[in-house]
Structures are given as C-alpha cells and as structure tokens.
C-alpha cells in the first residue's frame, strides 16, 4: 500500500515508514539520511 510519498521510496514497506516517524519525511528522497535503526 502507498500513503502518498512523493518517490520511488513510496514502494517501500509501511513497516519502515513506522519504525521511525522522521525516516517518513526522509523518504520523500534523502536515503541515506534514513536512520540505521529503520533495518
């Protein structure tokens, strides 16, 4: 399912978007500042 991320991150598991609510906006593109803790 997609909540309406804008970017190819949108395809990622909800699961990681909830392991940390900031890692949400980080989706929006910025990867790498995903934090290690979302694995």
């Given at each position: 399912?997609?909540?309406?991320f804008p970017?190819?991150?949108?395809?990622?598991?909800?699961?990681?978007?909830?392991?940390?609510?900031?890692?949400?906006?980080?989706?929006?593109?910025?990867?790498?500042?995903?934090?290690?803790?979302?694995?």
């Open positions: 399912m997609r909540l309406g970017g190819p991150r949108a395809d990622m598991p909800l699961h990681i978007s909830f392991s940390g609510y900031k890692s949400t906006w980080d989706l929006s593109g910025s990867d790498p500042n995903v934090s290690p803790s979302t694995s």
